[in-house]
């Protein structure tokens, strides 16, 4: 059974930085490809970043492009988004998913596995 545990999330000021982390358990990151997710308040889930299985390929939704980076750390089983000049509009709980496929699927429901989720909220 894989668990994935997020952490990280919290408050920060337009223009400021977090990092979130997405600590996996029952199996390897390194034998699953990972993705992480968002969803605001009366808004769906929305796909943000992934990382293929084998860590060759790294995809970002256009909104977070050049501001988010997806990493993967195979010793800690660990996978990181750090999120740079973060907007109001970041503002949403991430979650964290994970899939046995080459790289997971961006409608969030349709990867097998997935976390309970970490708050972001953006201040102007």
């Known amino acids: 059974q894989v668990q994935l545990v997020e952490s990280g999330g919290g408050v920060v000021q337009a223009g400021g930085s977090l990092r979130l982390s997405c600590a996996a358990s029952?199996?390897?990151?390194?034998?699953?490809?990972m993705g992480w997710f968002r969803q605001a308040p009366g808004r769906g889930r929305e796909f943000v970043a992934l990382?293929?299985?084998?860590?060759?390929?790294?995809r970002y939704a256009d909104s977070t492009k050049g501001r988010f980076t997806i990493s993967k750390d195979n010793a800690k089983n660990t996978v990181y988004l750090q999120m740079n000049s973060l907007k109001v509009d970041d503002t949403a709980g991430y979650y964290c998913?994970?899939?046995?496929?080459?790289?997971?699927?961006?409608?969030?429901?349709?990867?097998?596995?997935w976390g309970q989720g970490t708050q972001v909220t953006v201040s102007s």
């Open positions: 990382i293929s299985r084998n860590g060759n390929t790294i």
């Open positions: 029952g199996r390897t990151v390194s034998s699953l490809a």
């Open positions: 998913a994970a899939d046995g496929s080459l790289v997971v699927s961006t409608e969030f429901a349709n990867n097998e596995y």
